[in-house]
């Protein structure tokens, strides 16, 4: 189910740049659609906090923009993605080890960037009707874990 989710993100995600990418220049200004394509490519970087941080000076000043929160939302599912694998080969490497070492829980990066994630998903759907991305998110979080 992963797989199918993670193929549909990402197929979500180029649909929105390609069908987006003209109507961006017309209602932004120019700082805000240079802040816009930078979070892309700190995106693309792996730079996701910078990304995430970038798109919410312009997030914040276009809140019912469709496509603002799309990114916003793949770029906080992302973030999570790739620290909830790090947290989980962190917990694997410590239950190796001889008496099995203990794991403090609450460094865990991934469950902070996963309540971030669906405070994201929230937004989304609040401020901006046609979500399905963020939708799905919280329907797989909450609806059927």
């Not at 995106?43 to 276009?62: E, M, P, R, S, W």
């Not at 992302?78 to 989980?88: C, L, N, Q």
């Not at 070492?101 to 046609?130: N, Q, W």
Request: aromatic content about 12%; glycine content about 4%; overall charge positive.
């Amino acid at each position: 189910m992963i797989k199918s989710f993670a193929v549909r993100s990402l197929l979500f995600f180029i649909a929105v740049l390609l069908i987006g990418a003209p109507l961006r220049a017309q209602s932004f200004t120019v700082a805000e659609t240079k802040a816009f394509e930078k979070s892309k490519s700190l995106f693309q970087k792996g730079k996701y906090d910078k990304a995430i941080t970038t798109l919410n000076k312009v997030l914040f000043a276009h809140v019912h923009d469709e496509e603002l929160w799309q990114h916003r939302v793949l770029f906080e599912k992302t973030r999570y993605d790739v620290a909830f694998e790090k947290d989980i080969q962190f917990i694997v490497k410590q239950a190796s080890k001889p008496g099995g070492a203990s794991i403090d829980v609450s460094k865990l990066k991934s469950l902070t960037y996963r309540d971030e994630m669906l405070f994201a998903c929230y937004g989304a759907t609040l401020y901006a009707p046609h979500q399905d991305l963020a939708s799905l998110m919280l329907h797989e979080n909450y609806i059927e874990p």
